[in-house]
């Protein structure tokens, strides 16, 4: 699988990508709003290994973005089946190297992800689970086209559900 946008490359995650992944799922501003909080090197190779299990599963899942400027990993966006409310949905995901915020690369990654899912698989809706307090990523969604659903629990978290319907 390969999406490109007029910046960004999106691809399968590789194990190779451990290399390049690894600092930036260790940086506290990159997981500030994750579930998970920071991840050591052996945590981010499970999370690759989780990305793999999925492309398997369900042919889709989160992928590598890449930099054109300098073919540089900046962090992962895609689509992931989660728990949400006792039904399995498909979520739109992303995180990005905190030197990469603030230039559009989140919404631009994600919008062509989530036109992939909708053209390739189908998907009638897709849905962001985000934090209130995460206005960064509450701004991507609403840029997204995505609207307020309502509010859920995930993983013991208190958070906010967006939606966007194919069109």
Do not use: H
Request: hydrophobic share 40%; charged share 25%; with cysteine.
């Amino acid at each position: 699988m390969e999406i490109e946008t007029r910046r960004l490359i999106l691809r399968d995650f590789q194990l190779e990508d451990l290399e390049q992944l690894a600092p930036i799922l260790a940086d506290p501003r990159v997981m500030q709003f994750s579930t998970t909080g920071v991840l050591s090197v052996s945590e981010t190779q499970e999370k690759i290994q989780s990305f793999l299990a999925s492309y398997q599963n369900y042919g889709f899942g989160k992928w590598a973005t890449f930099s054109k400027d300098n073919n540089q990993l900046i962090g992962y966006c895609g689509i992931a089946i989660e728990q949400i409310d006792n039904k399995e949905e498909k979520e739109i995901g992303y995180r990005l190297d905190s030197k990469f915020w603030g230039q559009g690369l989140a919404t631009e990654a994600a919008a062509a992800v989530i036109q992939y899912g909708f053209r390739q698989f189908q998907f009638p809706y897709i849905i962001g689970v985000v934090e209130c307090k995460n206005k960064a990523s509450v701004r991507v969604l609403e840029k997204l086209g995505m609207q307020y659903e309502r509010e859920t629990i995930f993983d013991g978290i208190k958070m906010d559900v967006y939606k966007v319907y194919y069109s």
